[in-house]
């Protein structure tokens, strides 16, 4: 039976650098596939309320007549269905996690001028 | 017979990761009878698939668990396509395969981490974490999660990694392997380690047999039984034989998964040496009819899905029957006649997994 199996680990990690990075003075750079949150460009949306359709969780609300575009960042799990489902392309995932926030607060986005028509 | 006492045990206690209550009966400082209750964390998850579109449920069938997450979608996703008669690209496959075993791993360290701890070995622990998350970072780069994939649909899987990634990956992994090697010596050799876990927790074959224990439970008892070997996904094409100790108690159950641990390195390794190109999804029509039971290999034992089909877009009926369920059964065997320090560590034993049991 061995004794203090561990004692090289323990010496050598007293020995080297922290394993953990010094954050948040350091912080690792997101990977390009990280589902962070939910933009949406509400300037391109058309209000087609496909995205919520799909949402498996029902965090996001469109408002069509009042052309406003709703989600609520507690309900939202990051599975990016509206992002594949989007006509118009204007849903995107950032890879910035949301803040972290102390209530449960819906964020909403207005549409001030409609989308810009192609002139004929 | 000395006096009886009732201690409470959970849902709330330093060494749970999440909550199940024990009512242990103890006599002097010996356990006679241990009552579970659960209940705590109830999400009403299968009620969801009558409302859901079954495209949509796969991210509520991840997010039954978020150890074993992955393996909880592929087996959604497995189930709905046998209901459709779909068949998955190999590609596909491979990648389930890949990402199911790296869940495996990070899974297994995490336990590993929270065993050593729920003896009081603090530095194990933090060591097992600090392998296990480089891991995380691997399926973060490749699915985008840490622990939540999102990666797994019907007809396949919604994103492709790179050759080239793979390739950089299966290095990397053999760096890791190397580290994770030191700290194995430890949870098998070492005497204050085997003090704690040798002769804790006795469950012997037949028990378990009877008892319907599932996976490390199960192999700690010297049963030949994974439920890789269904072959399911690419498991078949693979090389490889199931992890099996004898002991039965608490150390037999670190072993295997210690073992275990390794076993799935090799397993990615072989998958990303064989993995063909070509698309990794199909298109889905048509609604699921029929009902099926889809099995599968879970870090904690076997997972049973059963999923029933009417032909529209929301499935009658899903149930799941998570391995910590079954490994509750044997867990009160194993409580009865040990002391009250080892009851953390008998608990731990069989890597409780509430948010699973209770969906």
């Not at chain 1, 990977?31 to 965090?59: E, M, W």
């Not at chain 1, 469109?62 to 269905?81: L, S």
């Not at chain 2, 590609?91 to 297994?108: D, N």
Request: with cysteine; hydrophobic share 35%.
């Amino acid at each position: 039976m061995a004794h203090l199996t561990i004692g090289k680990i323990i010496a050598r990690s007293a020995l080297s650098k922290y394993a953990t990075r010094l954050y948040p003075f350091v912080k690792r750079a997101p990977y390009a596939n990280t589902r962070g949150h939910i933009v949406n460009d509400i300037n391109a949306c058309i209000f087609c309320s496909l995205c919520q359709k799909k949402c498996p969780t029902g965090a996001i609300t469109v408002k069509k007549p009042e052309k406003i575009w709703e989600i609520d960042r507690m309900k939202c799990i990051q599975c990016g269905a509206c992002v594949d489902a989007c006509p118009k392309k204007c849903l995107s995932m950032d890879q910035q996690y949301s803040a972290p926030s102390p209530a449960k607060n819906i964020e909403s986005f207005r549409q001030e001028a409609a989308p810009e028509q192609k002139q004929p | 017979m000395g006096t009886r006492t009732i201690i409470p045990f959970g849902p709330q206690h330093p060494v749970l990761p999440e909550p199940i209550h024990l009512d242990l009966v103890l006599e002097d400082e010996k356990v006679v009878d241990a009552l579970p209750s659960i209940g705590f964390i109830h999400r009403g998850l299968e009620r969801l698939a009558e409302v859901k579109d079954y495209n949509e449920l796969v991210y509520v069938a991840e997010r039954i668990c978020g150890i074993c997450s992955f393996i909880h979608g592929q087996g959604y996703s497995q189930g709905v396509e046998t209901l459709l008669n779909v068949d998955v690209p190999p590609r596909a496959k491979y990648l389930r395969t890949i990402w199911a075993e790296l869940s495996r791993i990070h899974s297994h360290l995490l336990w590993l981490g929270l065993f050593a701890d729920s003896f009081g070995f603090e530095s194990l622990f933090m060591h097992c974490w600090r392998v296990r998350e480089k891991i995380v970072d691997i399926i973060e780069e490749t699915a985008g999660g840490r622990v939540i994939f999102g990666s797994c649909k019907v007809g396949g899987v919604r994103r492709d990694v790179s050759n080239d990634t793979l390739r950089r990956i299966k290095d990397e992994l053999k760096a890791i392997e190397a580290q994770y090697n030191e700290l194995t010596p430890t949870f098998i050799n070492d005497s204050s380690v085997k003090r704690r876990t040798v002769g804790v927790g006795m469950l012997s074959k037949e028990q378990a047999m009877s008892l319907g224990a599932v996976g490390p439970t199960l192999r700690g008892s010297g049963v030949v039984w994974d439920a890789r070997k269904i072959g399911y996904a690419v498991y078949n094409d693979l090389q490889w034989e199931p992890v099996v100790e004898k002991g039965g108690d608490c150390y037999a159950r670190s072993t295997v998964r210690v073992r275990e641990v390794t076993l799935s390195f090799d397993l990615v390794r072989q998958a990303i040496d064989k993995i063909p190109d070509g698309p990794v999804d199909v298109k889905i029509t048509g609604n699921p009819t029929g009902e099926f039971f889809s099995r599968l290999e879970q870090p904690r034992g076997e997972v049973v899905y059963y999923l029933k089909g009417n032909g529209t877009k929301n499935l009658e009926r899903f149930r799941i029957r998570t391995p910590t369920f079954a490994n509750i059964a044997p867990l009160v065997i194993m409580l009865k006649g040990c002391e009250l320090p080892d009851v953390p560590v008998i608990v731990l034993s069989i890597d409780p997994c509430i948010s699973c049991t209770e969906r």
